[in-house]
């Protein structure tokens, strides 16, 4: 089948350097307003408007693959899903090849799922949920739908994550845990609790040292060291 990508920003590039080695990406759309009027491509494929998309390219021969982030807490992206499908069209996932998909384990539609991530046993993945490079879920996992999962994150096993959470690079949940639904999650912070829906969690960022990296280097002794 062939395949439209919603979007024409960065995640619309991301997805497409991955997918067009597997799928055939025959065109970009996105809003109207969100087109130039003398714009009429995007990475060398048509650029359409929303508006027009199923004339040109209709439902009955083409999927459409959602490329949008994690604005409005993932709301954004569940409206474009929903306004794709009242068009005709059904809603594609993009699965890299390196995904290891181990048994009884259940992708729903429209997710995009990135390199070199390990999905365990037991696991169901919601619908329009983004899981980028590296990431590791524990076994029997339930991850909601419209989650924003970022490179480096690990999941352990027995979670049951509500819908549309944010996830920032490299943070973790410890097992069996039950997370609200948008919750905001930030880089490298550590849920070690339950949640509850809308709450935000920060770990604190790296502290400035006194000492520049040479001078730190040689009076830690890590200089000498090979």
Same mark, same amino acid.
């Given at each position: 089948?062939?395949? &439209?990508? $919603? ?9 497409? =350097? ?6 055939? &990406? ?5 809003? !109207?307003?969100?087109?130039?009027? #003398?714009?009429?491509?995007f990475l060398g494929l048509p650029l359409l408007p929303f508006s027009q998309v199923a004339l040109q390219l209709p439902p009955d ?15 954004? /992206?569940?409206?474009?899903?929903? *306004?794709? *499908?009242?068009?005709? $069209? ?5 699965v890299h090849a390196s995904v290891l998909r181990h048994d009884d384990v259940l992708i729903?539609?429209?997710?995009? &799922?990135? +390199? ?23 076994? +029997? ?9 970022? #490179?480096?994150?690990? &999941?352990?096993?027995?979670? @049951?994550?509500?819908? #549309?959470?944010?996830?920032?690079? @490299? =943070? ?8 609200? #639904? ?11 609790? +339950?949640?509850? !829906? ?5 770990? *604190? ?7 520049? =990296? ?9 200089? /000498?060291? *090979?």
């Open positions: 089948m062939k395949t &439209i990508i $919603y979007g024409n920003g960065a995640i619309a590039r991301l997805l497409y =350097s991955y997918a067009r080695h597997s799928m055939d &990406i025959v065109a970009f759309t996105v809003d !109207d307003a969100c087109i130039d009027d #003398a714009t009429t491509s021969e083409h999927d459409m693959l959602i490329a949008v982030g994690f604005l409005e807490m993932n709301a954004l /992206r569940a409206r474009k899903h929903r *306004e794709a *499908e009242e068009k005709g $069209y059904r809603l594609a996932s993009f729903e539609e429209g997710c995009i &799922i990135l +390199d070199h991530v390990a999905i365990h046993p037991g696991c169901r993945i919601g619908r329009g949920t983004f899981i980028s490079s590296n990431v590791n879920l524990g076994h +029997d996992c339930v991850i909601g739908a419209y989650n924003w999962i970022n #490179a480096g994150i690990a &999941i352990a096993g027995g979670c @049951n994550i509500g819908d #549309a959470c944010f996830f920032g690079v @490299n =943070s973790s949940t410890a097992h069996g845990l039950r997370l609200g #639904a948008r919750n905001f999650i930030a880089a490298n912070t550590l849920i070690n609790r +339950d949640t509850l !829906d809308d709450q935000v969690y920060l770990s *604190e960022a790296g502290q400035l040292f006194r000492l520049k =990296s040479s001078s730190f280097l040689k009076f830690s002794g890590m200089a /000498r060291q *090979e």
